[in-house]
């Protein structure tokens, strides 16, 4: 099983569409989880960080479940400028080798 | 800005010809990593540094190597790139303990032909 896993994409979705996509990841005792975004050819930009809590930034919409070990990504009202490729990050539990896991990402295709 | 800066942008180099890649970082972060893009992948880290500390993925090639002289830079040297290491190259930083976030370079795009 991979350290994190998740939907395989891409997904094509018209504009003003809700969308969510799920990424697990296999080490229990992760620490802390993001999602980050990227655009083709550029470098992967923070989107937000999850908390077991939930938390929500404007369209945006992250959630953390420890207890199926599952982070989600919930995007309303989605926009053209939306179209990226979107990538879950876990972080193991702190060591001074910390080691930073992504996922291989989820292609995301708003069309107008 | 604080920021993370990688240079050069784009590098195109002949197979088997030694290449450098650069990246240099205003933000003080103890951690600095190497990753490995390639088209429609995921960031595949290479090794990082926590302070001094080198830290090797265990399927890194040799062929890979990696200096950081001071908290500041930090170099990833190709010995002989192959074809294959046509990729993009990405450095990041982090402060290390929980909640640690990743801040990335614009990336060096490599071309080996």
């Keep these: 099983r991979k350290e994190v896993e998740q939907d395989p994409g891409p997904f094509n979705v018209p504009e003003g569409a809700t969308v969510a996509f799920n990424c697990t990841y296999s080490n229990s005792a992760s620490q802390s989880f993001f999602w980050y975004r990227q655009d083709c050819r550029k470098e992967p930009k923070l989107l937000m960080s999850v908390y077991s809590s939930g938390n929500e930034d404007g369209r945006f919409t992250a959630q953390l479940n420890r207890a199926s070990q599952y982070i989600s990504l919930l995007i ?7 179209s990226a490729t979107y990538l879950c990050v876990v972080n193991p539990p702190y060591s001074s080798a910390s080691k930073i896991i992504f996922g291989s990402g989820t292609r995301l295709s708003i069309r107008p | 800005d604080a920021m ?3 240079n050069p942008r784009y590098q195109v180099t002949q197979f088997g010809k030694p290449v450098t890649l650069s990246c240099s970082q205003t933000l003080n972060h103890n951690v600095m990593y190497w990753y490995q893009q390639k088209s429609s992948q995921a960031p595949k880290l290479l090794f990082h540094y926590y302070d001094k500390d080198f830290n090797n993925e265990a399927d890194t090639p040799d062929n890979f190597q990696s200096r950081r002289p001071n908290t500041s830079f930090c170099f990833l040297d190709i010995r ?15 402060l290390p303990g929980l909640g640690e976030k990743l801040f990335f370079g614009s990336g060096t795009q490599l071309s080996v032909l």
Excluded: N
């Design chain 2, 4 to 6: 993370v800066i990688q």
């Design chain 2, 80 to 94: 002989s790139p192959g074809l294959g290491d046509t990729a993009m190259y990405l450095c990041a930083t982090s």
């Design chain 1, 76 to 82: 309303r009202d989605s926009k053209l400028s939306d």
